[in-house]
Structure formats: structure tokens, C-alpha cells
């Protein structure tokens, strides 16, 4: 095999820059955080977070349970709540949203 070929090199850099990827997303957020509401939540129960601390979007497609989402679904854009977030998959920007701590409600 010849690793001087354009198309062996790229296929290369590709990989490389797959596994820093994987290595380095991080697949929880480590502790609660604030989040604005960007956008509310829409017919597929998505909604879109932003992190002001990180100037971070995360996309939130599930939810610790009914509650929360029903809570979630009623805010208007704007808002900042307090959640804990996990990653759900490897590859994709989507998140599941969990209670933050003891607490029994998002708002600020």
C-alpha cells in the first residue's frame, strides 16, 4: 500500500480528524447549567438550548421523563432554566435533558 497518493493522504487526515472528534466530545455536561431558550419547543418535541457560559446550541430531543418535558415545552423563548444534559449517540449534536439535581423545577 502506498501512503503518498493524494487520496491515501486525505483518507487519512479524514480519519484523524474523526478520532479527535470522538475522543474529545465530551458526552455529558459536567455539571448543571444555565440555558436560554432559543427557539420553543416544536411538533417533534425538540428545543433548542443555548449555553450563554459556552456560547454553545444544544438540541434537547428527550427528557428524563413527561414532566420535564411538558415543563420544558411551556417556556417561551428567552427564558434561562437549570438542567443537566447528556449526549445521546456518538455522532450528532442531540441531547437528553435530566432534572437538574433535587430540584423539581427548571426555572431560574
Same mark, same amino acid.
Given at each position: 500500500?502506498?501512503?503518498?497518493?493524494?487520496?491515501?493522504?486525505?483518507?487519512?487526515?479524514?480519519?484523524?480528524?474523526?478520532?479527535?472528534?470522538?475522543?474529545?466530545?465530551?458526552?455529558?455536561?459536567?455539571?448543571?447549567? =444555565?440555558?436560554?431558550? %432559543? @427557539?420553543?419547543?416544536? /411538533? *417533534?418535541?425538540?428545543?433548542?438550548? +443555548?449555553?450563554?457560559?459556552?456560547?454553545?446550541?444544544?438540541?434537547?430531543?428527550?427528557? =428524563?421523563?413527561?414532566? %420535564? @418535558?411538558?415543563?420544558? /415545552? *411551556?417556556?417561551?423563548?428567552?427564558? +434561562?432554566?437549570?438542567?443537566?444534559?447528556?449526549?445521546?449517540?456518538?455522532?450528532?449534536?442531540?441531547?437528553?435533558?435530566?432534572?437538574?439535581?433535587?430540584?423539581?423545577?427548571?426555572?431560574?
Amino acid at each position: 500500500m502506498c501512503f503518498d497518493s493524494v487520496e491515501m493522504k486525505s483518507t487519512i487526515k479524514i480519519f484523524y480528524k474523526w478520532l479527535v472528534y470522538s475522543l474529545c466530545m465530551k458526552h455529558n455536561v459536567d455539571k448543571t447549567r =444555565e440555558f436560554r431558550v %432559543l @427557539r420553543g419547543m416544536n /411538533a *417533534n418535541n425538540a428545543i433548542s438550548l +443555548l449555553a450563554p457560559s459556552a456560547n454553545r446550541v444544544f438540541q434537547v430531543v428527550e427528557y =428524563e421523563d413527561n414532566t %420535564l @418535558r411538558e415543563e420544558l /415545552a *411551556n417556556l417561551d423563548p428567552g427564558k +434561562l432554566v437549570q438542567l443537566n444534559l447528556d449526549r445521546i449517540g456518538s455522532r450528532s449534536n442531540v441531547w437528553k435533558a435530566n432534572w437538574p439535581g433535587n430540584n423539581s423545577s427548571v426555572s431560574s
